[in-house]
């Protein structure tokens, strides 16, 4: 049987009165119902009771409704049936139920904490047996009562204390929880985003990323740059159609691909259709694709080969001019949808100063305001000028740029968003 994870969101308002579970052998014995019938929870609503004489009972009759188990540790361990391989001595393994030996006095209690992770428990036993009620406690009993001195009123006290007790561990847990997913997420976060490999070289990098997915620490949007022994620096950005965790991975599993193919010396045309045979054999669908935007910068910085792989085309901006958008229309199809596709690479002259924004169509598919108009890529070379004019560059023009698109959008992106920015002087 799956346990649950321990969850506070299904816990049951004390407001609406308190139900306990009751799980004792003799349910006429020393827990009469009548004696406990008298007890009552918050604001002055009787506590509901329910009785089972062992976990079976217990299990059918334990829901989100029940607080407290109230858990008498004289119960006896439960009869199993045994396989052909049990080893209990004295056991023929010929099917037959037997009461195997304990694996410690308080078995029980623990099976009771396995079946119930979001109740609150409380464990009963004799005055004389105080050594193993602490015990009990700290294997994960809420609190312990002894089965004398037990009247209405200290058990209705000790099933609110319990609860109230429970509560809060469980609260304690789901911030701890939190807190590990998000270092261990931080950590993740920095294992799949690339570390630019610009060692030797006079351009500046910079790079914002967000995926569109609620929550998620990927999307399908990837890039990556680095820099050969021969001096020309490789810049890519991707994006993977679809949203999800196979399109975050396929991601991932592109932009190492490129990486690598990079560094053993594959550019252009070769590099996109060896690209293309990693997507066809990775992708969890046919119908997935991936469109894709290169520039190789060559080592005196000034020209740059680009290729376009169904991707929109990069934003130059040099001082004393406009910014503008690279050329488009010699570009090839986005990988996985063509067989046999082939992907020119343009020469592009950049000058002496410059900067080069490369993003996804998240940047430019979000709306303005109310309506169904795009920003396009119009609108974000207008949002860009502006900024360039009010003297923003590197670091500070993608904040703007990605927050102005945000503000444009009337709240976040539903796509994933990649940019990247190199400059140049």
């Known amino acids: 049987m799956s346990v649950p994870a321990p969850r506070l969101a299904e816990a049951t308002p004390l407001d609406a009165g308190l139900t306990l579970l009751v799980i004792e052998s003799d ?20 506590v509901r009771i329910r009785t089972a004489r062992n976990l079976t009972e217990a299990e059918r009759l334990l829901t989100d409704d029940v607080h407290c188990i109230l858990l008498d540790l004289a119960l006896p361990a439960p009869d199993r049936v045994c396989e052909p391989s049990c080893v209990t001595a004295g056991c023929a393994g010929d099917g037959e139920a037997h009461v195997p030996e304990p694996r410690d006095e308080l078995d029980t209690l623990r099976q009771v904490l396995r079946l119930a992770p979001r109740h609150a428990v409380l464990a009963l036993t004799a005055e004389t047996d105080a050594e193993r009620a602490a015990e009990a406690v700290r294997v994960g009993a809420q609190d312990y009562l002894f089965r004398d001195e037990l009247d209405g009123r200290v058990l209705s006290r000790a099933i609110r204390y319990a609860v109230e007790r429970k509560r809060a561990d469980l609260a304690q847990h789901q911030l701890t929880e939190s807190r590990l997913r998000a270092q261990e997420n931080a950590r993740l976060e920095r294992g799949l985003l690339p570390t630019p490999l610009l ?9 914002r990323y967000r995926p569109g997915r609620s929550r998620a620490l990927l999307g399908g949007d990837f890039y990556d740059t680095v820099r050969t022994p021969d001096g020309t620096v490789h810049a890519m950005i991707g994006d993977v159609s679809g949203h999800g965790p196979d399109e975050a991975a396929l991601g991932v599993e ?51 080969g680009l290729s376009l792989a169904g991707h929109p085309a990069p934003l130059l901006v040099r001082p004393g001019q406009a910014p503008r958008l690279l050329p488009q229309d010699s570009g090839g199809p986005a990988l996985g949808l063509l067989r046999r596709a082939r992907w020119p690479r ?24 109310e309506g169904a108009r795009r920003l396009g890529q119009e609108g974000i070379v207008e949002l860009v000028t502006r900024q360039v004019k009010d003297g923003l560059t590197g670091e500070a023009l993608l904040d703007a740029a990605v927050t102005e698109v945000r503000a444009l959008n009337g709240g976040e992106l539903t796509d994933d968003l990649a940019v990247l920015l190199l400059d140049r002087g």
């Open 27 to 46: 349910p006429g014995g020393s827990l009469s119902v009548p004696e406990m019938a008298e007890m009552s929870g918050p604001a002055g609503k009787p």
């Open 346 to 369: 343009r020469q592009i002259e950049l000058g002496g100063r410059w900067s080069l924004m490369m993003y996804t169509d998240g940047l430019i598919e979000g709306r303005i305001g």
């Open 254 to 304: 592109l932009r190492i691909a490129w990486r690598a193919l990079t560094l053993a010396g594959l550019c252009g045309d070769e590099l996109l259709s060896t690209l293309q045979e990693v997507l066809e054999h990775e992708r969890a669908d046919e119908e997935t694709f991936a469109t894709l935007c290169a520039v190789d910068i060559s080592p005196d910085g000034r020209r740059a």
């Open 199 to 207: 060692a030797g070289s006079d351009l500046r990098f910079a790079a």
